[in-house]
T-cell receptor, first 113, second 111 residues
């Protein structure tokens, strides 16, 4: 039973390009969370999704960022027109219940050049 | 607004020492989490607790709900315990993973 799989592990994008980060939750988990860890800062909640629904996106920047968790396939965090300030580690976690224990992925390190 | 504070920010120990990391939070919570992160690595969930004490191997986590305080203890520390330890709480009134994280404690254990 594989854990939470995130890919790619490392992603380099030029300013203005789009970044797509993928997260496959643990088998049987239908709750996905995305967090961002900026350099020299702590982790911050971004968005909480269940299959096909965004439950709480209060931590996500209003512009350029979007997230989805389709009925089939991984959850996607999409960042359009990336800027240097988007460089960070992005982690996702999943759980089988909203208030259950969380399993984290290994993260995607995004570098914007 | 929930604030989570950890202390110390940096901790250096010799192999075999007993280690304590502290975490305080400002509002009522539904659960407190302890996480471990190795440099450049992923995040491992160590404990989720809402009361009392939990133990796993050499790791012990306690929580005092009245004092809004939790501690993570490592007995007989080992160099492989070197990592960043992060506490996190569910935002007040929220039971799902909208976690508020502390800044982390960087632990270095020397042989």
């Amino acid at each position: 039973n594989a854990g939470v799989m995130q890919n790619p592990r490392h992603l380099v994008r030029r300013r203005g390009q789009e970044a797509r980060l993928r997260c496959s939750p643990m088998k049987g988990h239908s709750h996905v969370y995305w967090y961002r860890q900026l350099p020299e800062e702590g982790l911050k909640f971004m968005v909480y999704l269940q299959k096909e629904n965004i439950i709480d996106e209060s931590g996500m920047p209003k512009e350029r960022f979007s997230a989805e968790f389709p009925k089939e396939g991984p959850s996607i965090l999409r960042i359009q027109q990336v800027v240097r300030g988007d460089s960070a580690a992005y982690f996702c976690a999943s759980s089988d219940q909203g208030d259950g224990g969380y399993t984290f992925g290994s993260g995607t390190r995004l570098t914007v050049v | 607004k929930n604030e989570v504070e950890q202390s110390p920010q940096n901790l250096t120990a010799q192999e075999g020492e007993f280690i304590t990391i502290n975490c305080s939070y400002s509002v009522g919570i539904s659960a407190l989490h302890w996480l471990q992160q190795h440099p450049g690595g992923g995040i491992v969930s160590l404990f989720m607790l809402s009361s009392g004490k939990k133990k796993h191997g050499r790791l012990i986590a306690t929580i005092n709900i009245q004092e809004k305080h939790s501690s993570l203890h490592i007995t007989a520390s080992h160099p492989r315990d070197s990592a960043v330890y992060i506490c996190a709480s569910n935002a007040g009134g929220t039971s799902y993973g909208k976690l508020t994280f502390g800044q982390g404690t960087i632990l270095t254990v020397h042989p």
